[in-house]
C-alpha cells in the first residue's frame, strides 16, 4: 500500500476546505436568514404589541373612564371601573374590576344589583361607540330595575346621567321604562296603557323646565 503523495494530501486538503467552506457559506446564509426573519419577527412583534397597548389604552380611556363617570353621577360612594388586561399561554384576556378605597373587587361577588346595571349600560355604551357602527342604538327593557331607592332620587339621576352618555358618544337609547324618573329626562316618550284588553299607544313630548 501506497502512502499519498504530498501533492495528494494537498489536493485532498483543498477539496475538504472547499467542502467546509461551502457548508459555511450555506450555514452563513441559513443564519442571515434566520437573523433577517428574527428581525422581521421582532419588528412584527413589536408592532403587534404597540397596537395591543393602543387598544387597551382606549378600552381603558372609553370604557373605564365612562363608566367611572357614570357611577360618579349616580351614586354618594361610587366605585371606579378598571379594566384589568393579561397574557397567559400567549392568549390576551381582560376583566373588569371595581375600586373602591384602594381595593379591587370582583363586581360579580361584592355589588349590588343596581350597581351592575349601571356598569353594563356604560359598557355596552361605551363598546358601541367603539364599534362605530352606523346605527349607534341601544335597546332596553327596564335596565335599572335593581335600583333600591324609595325616594327614586337615584333614578332621577340616573335619567340624567344616560342623557350626557349619549350626547357624549353620539348615541340612542329607547328604553322600555316605568320609573317616570328617568322617563322624564328622555327627548320623546311613547306612552302604552292597556285598557279593557285594548292597547293605547301615545306619543307625548315633555316640557323642558
Known sequence: MN??????IITELDVRYRQAEKKLSEANDKVS????????KTEAHEIINA??????EKFQYNIS???????????????????DFSTKYGSGSMKVLFIRDG???????????GT???????????????AGSVENVLVFDEPMKDINDPE????SRVGSTLKEICSQLGIQIIMVSL???IVEHADNVIDMNERKDTLYVKERKLKRK
Open 116 to 130: 351592575l346595571n349601571i356598569a353594563a349600560l356604560a359598557l355596552r355604551a361605551s363598546m358601541l361607540s367603539m
Open 103 to 113: 381595593e379591587e373587587l370582583d363586581p360579580m361577588k361584592s355589588c349590588g344589583g
Open 152 to 155: 327614586r332620587i337615584l333614578h
Open 33 to 40: 436568514e434566520a437573523e433577517e426573519s428574527l428581525i422581521v
Open 65 to 83: 373612564e365612562l363608566s367611572s363617570l357614570a357611577m360618579a353621577g349616580i351614586f354618594d360612594d361610587p366605585y371606579q371601573v378598571k379594566l
Open 179 to 181: 320609573i317616570q324618573e
Open 51 to 56: 397596537v395591543v397597548n393602543q387598544t387597551q
Open 3 to 8: 502512502n499519498p503523495s504530498l501533492k495528494d
